[in-house]
């Protein structure tokens, strides 16, 4: 069969990328397909063309932010378009809620021309701790991912995917009020670079990592893959709902999967 799977996904903590790479494999081992990656977490990789045709497969896997699809992927997702192509998406949250995320992704991935014939909501350590779905997705997150992808593959392979029933509210929630936040930096930090060249909104100064400009996003990517744990926030807005989410959202919330 020709065709690839687009293993497409934003993911600032790695927590949608390893969701989105384990249903990529698993449908391209059953669809005999090969995976494609489009990583859309740095500027650089967000908001070219990307032009899927019916004998492709759409895996799209993001983080829940404000029981929403992240804002800053509008572009990427406007640019992205099919024709009659199965897509698969995967919506990783922070075992709070995910909201209408799910919904949005399939209403913007219908009119830009995709079937969508699979959708899971999935659960991710939390962007703002580290206590809350720690070290999540694990070993029976990831079971759960590959049998999810093989009934996707088998619908798929009908040659005709009905489109899948998704739970979600029109209108879209609004999204909670951005927090005008920097992260800051102790004297730790050795100047390796990490953070800038990781920083999903390219605020991170190349020429002082120690400095940032606005339009941090919160993803929390540059506190928890600075080797020298030299980054942190001290917002007290953002410490509070950190503390919030550690005392009401600890009890394991499991994936849900629509197929
Ligand atoms: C700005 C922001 C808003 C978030 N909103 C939610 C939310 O509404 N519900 C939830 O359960 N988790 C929420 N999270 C947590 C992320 O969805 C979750 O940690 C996800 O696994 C992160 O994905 P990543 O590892 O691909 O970056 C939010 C995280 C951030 C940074
Ligand atoms: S990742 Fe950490 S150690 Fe490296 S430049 Fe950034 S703050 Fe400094
Ligand atoms: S500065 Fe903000 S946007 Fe950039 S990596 Fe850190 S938390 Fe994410």
Known sequence: MSGIVSSTFFSPTHTSRTIARTLAAELAQRLGKAVEETD?????????ARALGPDDVLVLGFPVYSGRMPELLEASMAGLTG???????????????????????????????????AGGAFIGEHSFSRKVAA????????ALARDFAQRAAAKIATG????????????????WPGLVVKP?????????????EGCPAGVISFDNPREAGDGCLRCMACVK??????????????????TLLETKFMDRKEPELFV
């Open 40 to 48: 859309w977490t740095l500027p650089a990789g967000r908001g070219h």
């Open 184 to 196: 800051k930096t102790t004297d730790d930090c050795t100047e390796c670079m990490t953070c800038a």
């Open 83 to 117: 024709r009659g192509t199965p897509a698969v998406v995967a919506a990783v949250y922070g075992n709070r809620a995910y909201e209408d995320a799910l919904l949005e992704a399939r209403d913007m991935l219908t009119a830009n021309g995709f079937v969508v014939t």
């Open 225 to 242: 893959h600075c080797p020298a744990g030299a980054k942190y926030f001290d917002d007290e807005k953002l410490l509070g709902f950190a």
């Open 135 to 142: 070290g999540r997705p694990d070993a029976g997150d990831l």
């Open 160 to 175: 005709a995917p009905a489109e899948v029933a998704i739970i979600g509210d029109r209108p879209y929630r609004d999204r």
